[in-house]
């Protein structure tokens, strides 16, 4: 079940790595978009924005595990690529030991800073205590995301993109069952939108167990591999985790400041980027796919110090996922409005803000494809500085947007928060993947002479 990277066509492999990832994005906006449309069709409008006004602050703990988790997964597959088999194992398990801890530390500090955190944002009053029941639930089974995404994550350093997407199916299907019969069936509101998550996440979770097991061979860890966890293991795989996860909270904190301007433009406002951001995503994680494709394959390959390679495989990965990018563009341009009125139904107003914020982010997709591809690669290839001063871009752009713009232009200026922070990122990992691959093929060219 494990997939070597480093051989055949590059365009071929990173399309068939990304197609799982792809279908599994797709499955999960799938899950979302129900979710939405059971909160904001049946419990109502200030429900929908009591659930998104918890947007950026779950992105801002689940960014940073999901990202924590790809890390310490990303020397898994270069050790892959290399052929370390021993190095593999003791990857994976200085993975699970890293798991522990993390879920421990974040669970608590972030159940802790919850309702702190929502009123510092200045969440409305009337929803603020549906948006804390929402939260605290999905902060409280952290654990089930930590579970779920380490066991995909490390499946995905050793090439297998296709049982993490049975698993993720597993987990979309299980939570809208879960969903309609705990907000129609047992009237739990809200928090029944998060314990359905939470549930099936652990479902899924759990299941991949056995599977890694059984059916992944190089990834059985035995006794001698536990005592090759040394504490130099373990801080080698936290110096590769730790800057994935800032770089995610990073970015995390730029919504998070846009929140709280739309916090303060009010309800419809606020449920109007709620159902456009559900949307925008099915346009979004496609691009991520590639981008997430981009890790494995390069890591892969530089640990097989194969860099020209690594330089095929980004121009051809880069040319599909753009022209994905400007497909979507125009189709959220023109008919975007058909989809938000799925969401919000006849609320006019609501849903011409949600439309105008699709055709402003939609027009700037092209960066953001680029983004997802130069950052994902660098990472892959053991650079977290430049992606993390990215992050930092767009932290800026971002807080540029919620501060500056909406004071002056309202919502308007909030639809310019993404493309801002998608152009103020991609003008460092644009110059550092250039310059990177440049060396790594002079150094690869000396090596050989």
């Not at 994005?25 to 998104?52: E, H, S």
């Not at 770089?247 to 709620?274: D, K």
């Not at 753009?322 to 799925?342: K, T």
Request: proline share 3%; net charge positive; glycine share 8%.
């Amino acid at each position: 079940m494990t997939k070597n990277l480093t051989v055949g066509n590059p365009a071929i492999l990173i399309l068939s790595f990304a197609a799982p990832l792809f279908i599994g994005n797709l499955f999960q906006q799938w899950y979302n978009m129900v979710d939405t449309i059971i909160v904001g069709r049946t419990i109502g409008l200030d429900a929908l924005a009591a659930v998104g006004c918890t947007g950026s602050i779950n992105a801002l703990i689940l960014g940073f595990v999901i990202g924590f988790t790809q890390g310490a997964s990303i020397i898994t597959s270069q050790r892959f690529g290399a052929g370390d088999v021993s190095g593999v194992r003791r990857s994976f398990a200085a993975s699970i030991l890293l798991g522990v801890g993390l879920t421990l530390v974040v669970m608590l500090m972030s159940i802790l800073s919850a309702r702190p955190l929502l009123r510092f944002l200045k969440t409305p009053t009337e929803i603020l205590d549906e948006a804390y029941s929402y939260i605290v639930v999905i902060y409280g089974g952290i654990g089930a995301a930590v579970l779920f995404n380490l066991c995909s994550n490390i499946m995905r350093a050793v090439g297998d993109s296709r049982t993490p997407l049975i698993f993720l199916v597993l987990a979309c299907i299980i939570n809208s069952i879960l969903d309609f019969l705990f907000i129609l069936v047992f009237h739990t509101g809200v928090a029944g939108a998060a314990y359905a998550t939470v549930i099936a996440q652990l479902l899924s979770g759990l299941l991949c167990i056995p599977v890694l097991v059984k059916k992944i061979p190089l990834l059985r860890i035995t006794q001698e591999d536990w005592r090759g966890v040394t504490a130099a293991e373990v801080l080698t795989h936290i110096k590769g985790a730790l800057p994935m996860g800032f770089q995610a909270s990073i970015i995390s904190i730029g919504m998070v400041t846009v929140q709280f301007a739309l916090n303060q433009l009010g309800i419809m406002v606020v449920a109007a980027y709620t159902a456009s951001q559900k949307i925008d995503q099915f346009a979004i994680m496609p691009m991520a796919s590639f981008g997430a494709a981009m890790t494995t394959y390069a890591a892969q390959n530089y640990g097989a110090r194969k860099i020209d390679r690594i330089r095929k495989g980004l121009i051809q990965c880069s040319l599909m996922s753009c022209a994905f990018s400007l497909l979507m563009g125009v189709l959220y341009f023109f008919a975007g409005h058909h989809v938000v009125a799925l969401f919000i139904g006849k609320e006019s107003e609501t849903l011409i803000l949600a439309h105008r914020y699709l055709q402003i982010n939609g027009s700037f997709y092209l960066f953001l494809a680029c983004l997802f591809i130069f950052r994902h690669t660098l990472q892959g290839l053991g650079d977290s500085l430049v992606p993390t001063i990215a992050g930092i871009m767009e932290l800026l752009m971002r807080t540029f947007a919620a501060i500056i713009l909406s004071a002056h232009f309202g919502f308007l200026g909030i639809c310019f928060a993404g493309p801002l922070a998608y152009i103020g990122a991609c003008i460092p990992l644009t110059r550092s993947i250039i310059f990177t691959i440049k060396k790594l093929l002079r150094k690869e060219r000396l090596l050989r002479t």
